[in-house]
């Protein structure tokens, strides 16, 4: 597969020329039923890390916190896919997380009408090994129940190369 960057740094983190190796090298870990599908643009991007001491979410409305950005990055790597699959893969997960999670679009429905937040909550806290899912999947419900778009086409493959929670 062959990567290439669009934006960013010229000088490529550690973290992102390891995902990019994997990339190239068709890793069993990325590429499989639920994973990544060979030949389609997958898209990598970091933000900077940041810690967080005092208010968490609170400044999204407003509040005042206490953060302050890390050298460290943190690492993503997307995939439009041609089913209506979602799918979420860490590497590195331990003994603590099951590496992979995946669920359908059509989960967040009953009858056509999208769930609530807790019927949500609910599904990706059924099994404490895969609740990490629910940080990156759970954007993708966020968005349609607030109304940001209309209705996801197809479903998409996350990659996050750690899950340090």
Known sequence: MKVEQLHGPKVKSFQVLELEYLL?????????????????????????ARLDIMGGVADYCGANVFEMTLDRTAI?????????SLCAITLRAGNQFKPDFHLSLDNFYTDGTLKT??????????????????YILGAFYVLLKEAKIDQ????????????HL
């Open 117 to 134: 937040y807790t019927e949500i909550r609910e599904r990706f806290n059924q099994e404490p090994s895969t609740a990490w899912a629910s």
């Open 24 to 48: 190239q090298e068709d890793s069993p870990e990325l590429f499989s039923t639920f994973g990544l599908q060979r030949g389609g643009q997958v898209i990598v991007t970091q933000a900077p």
């Open 152 to 163: 996801l086409p197809h479903g998409a493959t996350i990659i996050n190369p750690s899950c």
């Open 76 to 84: 993503a790597a997307c995939q439009a896919r041609e089913d209506r």
